[in-house]
């Protein structure tokens, strides 16, 4: 059985750095992306960055600079360092693992998901 279970988040004021960890198990994901979207209130889920399984990352354009992924293959981990916290980027973080990150969100893996929120 497949399980993602993430770690970190909280509150943070504007300017402030967040971490986010998120450790999958259940399966073997190396050739599998890793990452993370996001979802905050009264909007839809959205991609915020991913490691794909060659080791390239790839950024939403409003994260770009600032959020940073990271990925540990060896334990099956997926990091998300978020820095120069805004207001706007309060929601939800989900983490995701699947073979058609992207183009198949619905087959990916999911996390339960964390609340990040950032205090103006």
């Known amino acids: 059985q497949v399980q993602l279970v993430e770690s970190g988040g909280g509150l943070v004021q504007a300017g402030g750095s967040l971490g986010l960890s998120c450790a999958a198990s259940g399966r073997t994901f190396s050739s599998y992306a890793m990452g993370w979207f996001r979802q905050a209130p009264g909007k839809e889920r959205e991609f915020v960055a991913v490691?794909?399984?060659?080791?390239?990352?790839y950024y939403a354009d409003s994260v770009k600079g600032r959020f940073t992924i990271s990925r540990d293959k060896a334990k099956n981990t997926v990091y998300l360092q978020m820095n120069s916290l805004k207001p706007e980027d309060t929601a939800v973080y989900y983490c995701?693992?699947?073979?058609?990150?992207?183009?198949?969100?619905?087959?990916?893996?999911w996390g339960q998901g964390t609340q990040v929120t950032v205090s103006s």
């Open positions: 995701a693992v699947g073979a058609r990150f992207l183009v198949a969100p619905n087959k990916n893996y």
């Open positions: 490691n794909w399984n060659d080791g390239s990352r």
